[in-house]
């Protein structure tokens, strides 16, 4: 484990300043709408090098390690990398929207049925539900009246 342990703190200095964020943001909003947002995050831009130094270590030497030394340097070198990008502000790149999709929506207000509320228990608009039950039965009853009548004229024998 100890010789694993330059490669796997140098992952740890990639990972740590996506979460931690020790830096300054800007937005430009116009007409209430986010037009242009940066961050520039200080940790990342510290620590990435650092990490990516201590991964080429790694990679540089020539004697025989664990089988797993390498490749964990190769990845928290590119880590790295990806976290020095990300905090220089060229591309945004944020772990929590990836655990969490959700975050920044506005909070859910949903009034849909608001307009609706208690109308099928309220006696007095049942009164109207019920009506309207009734007028639709006569409808139907007058148009089967209806086809009925007019299929006994057509047929005289």
């Known amino acids: 484990m100890p010789n694993l342990a330059k490669p796997f703190f140098a992952l740890i200095l990639g990972i740590v300043p996506f979460f931690l964020f020790i830096g300054t943001t800007s937005m430009t909003t116009s007409n209430g709408?986010?037009?242009?947002?940066?961050?520039?995050?200080?940790?990342?831009?510290?620590?990435?090098?650092?990490?990516?130094?201590?991964?080429?270590?790694?990679?540089?030497?020539?004697?025989?390690?664990?089988?797993?030394?390498?490749?964990?340097?190769?990845?928290?070198?590119?880590?790295?990398?990806?976290?020095l990008v990300s905090a220089s502000g060229l591309w945004r790149i944020d772990p929590l929207d990836w655990l969490m999709p959700d975050r920044n929506l506005p909070a859910l207000q949903y009034t849909g049925l608001s307009g609706m509320t208690g109308s099928c228990f309220c006696p007095s608009r049942r009164k109207t539900i019920v009506e309207r039950h009734v007028q639709l039965q006569r409808s139907i009853a007058a148009l089967l009246n209806l086809h009925a009548g007019s299929s006994v004229n057509e047929n005289p024998g």
């Open 33 to 83: 709408e986010i037009i242009a947002e940066s961050r520039l995050n200080f940790g990342g831009i510290l620590l990435a090098p650092i990490g990516a130094g201590l991964a080429w270590s790694v990679l540089s030497e020539r004697r025989p390690g664990p089988a797993g030394r390498k490749p964990l340097a190769v990845l928290a070198a590119l880590i790295c990398a990806l976290q």
